[in-house]
């Protein structure tokens, strides 16, 4: 991953470098880092600047991989298929147990948005560096997170969460909110189980497709309905809560460049907003984080009308994400730094006024496709890739040697 930013902005939250933290409340000086590649590395340059000794994993095939060198220590748990290693929460707690880990650092993907794992965390006595598995649980429902949001006075777009899913009720309430309309499935992400429905001529196939869709990737087959926004921006806030209550925001970022529903382009601060627009965005994704009790890092996403500006709350990733170093860039943060100290029982250490927007920055993500194939996506060998130089406004994020 390659993120780009103008000016030069990169720095760290602590104006010592090096420096050894160790909290005051909860100890932490050794975590397990139940993930791999680039996430991993990034992690582990995080606690080796504040002195937290880290723990990876890797399946058989990942024993050279670069998160296993920069580590301190590292253990294999399993075959190369990730349900039988970094899906095996069972394996990840013998690993930090074993190793007298205090804490358990997710990373994104694999059991960071997981109930069950951040609950045997819990059971374990190893703190999950994540928010708390009732947060993991109400957001990862959308039907449930919808309702949360509108009781908190978050804008939610017009639509249907019920629990009849019936296709006579499903279709007489698509007529009630009016076509085109988005049928999503209520579990999940990265746009499986999401249909758009032009017509009411199109709504039996579409649903269909999107409950077989939504079955095969969440064994659930429930799904919503909203009304479809023509032309809509997608963007997200970062957020940042601890467990006294506060809550703050570090701008938004536009991930409206997308194919297939998977983000291409991320670009933070989300350009052409007012300041008042970006105010308003921001205070109801900390509305969001608090009326959920959140804790940590998580990203609330909106939709964006391109035209009225209205905006619709869309869903809540209860993790770190792929995008977060352009939030970085911009703030002058180091996010990861930020998590520890709140898993560690520490407060928010700024107001919302302190955190300053200061520059641009782009991620760029590699999509493959077959041309051959109907540009499905596919994958295959990457045969070569030249990144530009790391500088102060290049920052280069990579799990390969």
Known sequence: MVVWSAPALWKCSSSIVNRRWMSQIRRIDKILIANRGEIACRVIRTARRLGVKTVAVYSDVDEDALHVALADEAYNIGPANASQSYLRGDKLLEVAKRTKC?????????LSENVEFAEDCQKNGVIFIGPPASAIRDMGIKSTSKAIMSNAGVPIIEGYHGEDQSDARLLEEAKRIGFPIMIKAIRGGGGKGMRIAQTEADFKEAL??????SQKAFADSVVLLERFVSEPRHVEVQVFADTYGNAVHLFERDCSVQRRHQKIIEEAPAPGLSSDLRNELGMAAVRAAKAVGYAGA??????????????????????LQVEHPITEMITGTDLVEWQLKIASGEEISVKQQDIKLNGHAFEARIYAEDPRGGFLPGAGPLLYLRTPNASEDVRIETGKV
């Open 102 to 110: 205090q804490a358990v650092h997710p990373g994104y993907g694999f």
């Open 208 to 213: 269909e497709s999107a409950k077989s869709e």
């Open 298 to 319: 998580g990203t609330v996403e909106f939709i964006l009308d391109r035209k009225t500006h209205s905006f619709h709350f869309m869903e809540m990733n209860t993790r």
